[in-house]
């Protein structure tokens, strides 16, 4: 299964491999080099098609858990002081995605979305401690009748060029569910209140769906 997000660029490289390997055929006469450069497009068009897939991780909500909203590795578990939507201290967790990852991002937790904003910036790599506050991202905050407030942050890395965010004030979400996509390698960071049970360590890698975050 591939996330819709990829359909249109799915299509083109495959239009772009059968267009390739017909060129290469009449173009290259040596066996080895043509041979050679048409595994390459194969290669390529596989890691495209592995970087949008979309594993099935259906799950049954549960409130007193924020599970990964993403897969990849924890690399930030720390306090820190938000100063976009709460202004004060508040337990980061973030998540980095290396270009092999699934990049879909769905929520971590069921509740009414309070606040959703895209931010354009730079493109630092993702694990830049600059990059939460510079890079291109979008904030997420949904309210949990559990945890109360949790801000999420996707964060595009230095190959990342589009964020997609389903995100919408006003509505109400459900634990698991597709939140969203971070198109080609980045980051997500996510803001629990102070003294949050948290439930992962630092470079554990996370799964998306699977790995729970915290525990209320």
Aim: hydrophobic residues 45%; positive net charge.
């Amino acid at each position: 299964m591939f996330h819709k997000e990829g359909y249109k660029i799915i299509l083109i490289a495959a239009l772009s491999l059968v267009v390739g390997i017909l060129f290469l055929d009449k173009l290259v006469e040596i066996f080895w080099l043509r041979l050679s450069l048409q595994l390459l497009l194969l290669f390529l068009f596989v890691m495209v098609l592995q970087f949008f897939r979309n594993p099935n991780r259906t799950i049954t909500p549960d409130d007193t858990k924020i599970v990964a909203p993403v897969d990849g590795k924890v690399v930030v578990i720390e306090e820190v002081f938000e100063p976009e939507y709460f202004k004060d201290k508040r337990l980061q967790v973030s998540i980095f995605m290396s270009p092999i990852n699934v990049h879909v991002t769905r929520y971590a937790l069921s509740g009414l979305v309070k606040y959703s904003k895209y931010h354009p910036g730079k493109y630092l790599v993702a694990w830049h401690p600059k990059a939460s506050t510079e890079n291109e991202r979008t904030t997420v905050v949904i309210e949990n009748k559990v945890f109360g407030e949790i801000m999420y942050r996707q964060i595009a890395g230095a190959l990342a060029k589009r964020i997609v965010n389903y995100a919408e004030e006003g509505t109400q979400v459900v634990q698991g569910t597709d939140a969203g996509f971070i198109k080609f390698g980045s980051r997500v960071d996510i803001y629990l209140p102070l003294g949050t049970k948290v439930n992962v360590k630092l470079q554990e890698k996370a799964v998306g769906n699977k790995t729970i975050i915290a525990i209320a």
